[in-house]
């Protein structure tokens, strides 16, 4: 069975999803870089944008830059497999001018949390993502929106591992900001 047919079967191809989208930028307008995304997303096929959270300031962690980052959390439904809407993040993020081998420092990036309960270990792509409960950047946005979800392997929801996280955030810095006036519009 192929990557493709082992994630048609993991996802149930065609079944509607619930996936989790971390979006972060550093370069240039982060919030309008991310409601640029967020939109560019809603125009994809099978994409059915529900809820994005508050855009959240961080500070870099694990790279070097010197530039804070926006992110959020938005919240899909979707009947993509996994590799499927891989594959449509990362055309949003090309349209976007962003290209994976050029510098640290990025116009977007767009991330699967989770997608449904589904566990996923392919060299292109691991679900949940593996990092998402050492960083409050996603923890925060994500308990914003979804207190009670549950991450499919560590089984603690994303209100507990934000908690835990605090506790030992490790130099991590982050803030709670608004989106512009006129994307409440």
């Known amino acids: ?12 191809e065609g079944a509607e999803r619930i996936a989790y989208i971390g979006l972060g930028s550093n370069l240039g307008d982060g919030r309008g870089n991310l409601l640029l995304a967020w939109r560019l997303l809603a125009g994809r096929d099978a994409v059915r944008p529900l809820v994005l959270s508050s855009p959240w300031l961080s500070s870099p962690v694990a790279m070097e830059s010197a530039q804070w980052f926006t992110n959020a959390v938005g919240r899909i439904a979707t009947g993509l497999a996994p590799d499927k809407l891989l594959a449509e993040l990362l055309a949003v993020e090309y349209a976007m001018g962003r290209r994976r081998r050029e510098g640290r420092d990025r116009i977007i990036d767009l991330d699967i949390l989770a997608y449904g ?9 691991t679900i949940p993502h593996p990092e998402m409960h050492r960083r409050l950047f996603v923890l925060a946005p994500l308990a914003e929106i979804a ?9 603690r929801s994303a209100a507990e591992m934000l908690a835990l996280l605090r506790e030992n955030a490790g130099g991590q810095q982050i803030r709670k900001t608004d989106w512009p006036a006129e994307a409440a519009a």
């Open 1 to 12: 069975m192929g990557m493709a047919d082992h994630l048609a079967s993991v996802s149930g």
């Open 147 to 155: 207190p009670d979800f549950v991450h499919p392997v560590l089984l």
């Open 117 to 125: 309960e589904a566990t996923v270990a392919e060299p292109a792509l």
